[in-house]
């Protein structure tokens, strides 16, 4: 079981209006002076106890509830409020436990009041009249809380998984297409390559350049059609990739710092930085020898800038096939790509966030 989500994060301080029937007592009754301070110790203890176990799961849940259970019980000669902060305990048992489990531990906590109440002689017939429902009852949100959270971790696990799903889906639609396109394409270069060749050799100059024509018409309309592939490719957002590529640095032994604000870009442009993104990140992966890597948004007006750079040694900077296509891909949306080499490669995308035209 997770810990509380934020919204009962935020109403742990609404539940501790609980409290009012530990705090009424300290108006009503005179007490002595060092029984005011045992009072705010404990008070303080319980709280500490308390917001720990909104921030603990379940299996770590145990310790917080002791600590409120050895407050309550210390503090309950003195202040027979107490009993409130039992129910704070029955409430985390309830959220935390397996239904075994929370039966003994509830029995438990009952024979521990009523002991108590027998050996304290507490002539307030309340401590048990109110006490063990109000304990019960506080215990029994605390199951319904535990249902509501096992529902909201199988929502978003289904979710989670749908969207797995839609990826597999969309990488296999595009290897299907890459299939198909680059197939074909690449066998229709090497005949009309080999056909220019064997023209060239008999000298035929008019009708191998004829040849080569069409294979550069070929080969740009197939760059026109894996572009088109891909572009349809879907992902989880600026958001989520930059954190997946964050994380494979770091597996990977790197330093992995994000800086600035993630804009918000149209989904062509998203996908286009994503992509670029993935490519110079699997660069670094592959050719750096550094530990450190930054990745920056820094947004001024309508011109975002995008840097990556890493502290890697490199003894010149050559750019590839790779680098080329992402020159071309980010040229599709406007955007530019420069790399300096200076204590490591610096990677700057440079992306104008105005509209587009068709």
Same mark, same amino acid.
Request: hydrophobic fraction near 50%.
């Given at each position: 079981m997770q810990p509380f989500d934020k919204m009962e994060t935020k109403l742990s301080w609404v539940y501790l209006i609980n409290l009012v029937f530990f705090i009424i007592p300290l108006f009503t009754i005179r007490f002595e002076l060092w029984q005011y301070l045992a009072m705010a110790t404990a008070l303080l203890?319980?709280? /500490?106890? %308390?917001?720990? &176990? %909104?921030?603990? +799961?379940? +299996?770590?849940?145990?310790?917080?509830?002791?600590g409120i259970v050895v407050v309550a019980t210390l503090i309950t000669p003195v202040n027979y409020g107490a009993i &409130?902060?039992? &129910? /704070? &305990? !029955?409430?985390?048992? !309830? %959220?935390a436990c397996r239904l075994q489990r929370y039966l003994l531990l509830m029995t438990m906590l009952i024979v521990l009041l009523v002991l108590l109440y027998v050996l304290l002689g507490i002539q307030w017939e309340l401590f048990l009249l109110m006490g063990v429902p109000v304990v019960l009852g506080v215990s029994l949100l605390g199951r319904v809380e535990q249902a509501k959270q096992r529902q909201r971790l199988a929502e978003r696990q289904s979710a989670d998984e749908i969207k797995q799903l839609a990826t597999m889906v969309e990488r296999e639609r595009i290897g299907r297409d890459l299939h198909d396109i680059l197939g074909h394409t690449l066998s229709s270069i090497i005949l009309k390559a080999d056909l220019a060749e064997k023209l060239l050799m008999h000298q035929q100059t008019d009708a191998a350049r004829q040849q080569l024509s069409e294979l550069s018409q070929i080969a740009r309309d197939a760059l026109s059609q894996v572009r088109q592939s891909v572009s349809g490719y879907?992902?989880?957002g600026l958001t989520a990739e930059v954190t997946k590529l964050l994380n494979r640095l770091r597996d990977a032994g790197f330093q992995a710092e994000l800086h600035g604000e993630l804009p918000i870009l149209d989904p062509r442009r998203e996908t286009a930085v994503v992509l670029a993104l993935t490519e110079l990140v699997t660069n670094i992966m592959r050719h750096s020898q550094g530990d450190s890597c930054q990745l920056s948004f820094v947004q001024q007006g309508k011109q975002l800038q995008i840097q990556l750079s890493d502290n890697g040694r490199c003894s010149e900077l050559k750019e590839g096939n790779g680098i080329t296509g992402l020159r071309e891909r980010l040229a599709a949306i406007g955007a530019t790509l420069a790399l300096e080499q200076s204590d490591g490669v610096t990677a700057s995308i440079q992306l104008s966030l105005q509209e587009q035209t068709a």
């Open positions: 203890i319980f709280l /500490y106890c %308390y917001f720990w &176990a %909104y921030r603990c +799961n379940r +299996n770590e849940m145990v310790k917080p509830v002791v &409130a902060l039992f &129910a /704070y &305990a !029955g409430f985390f048992i !309830g %959220y879907k992902h989880q």
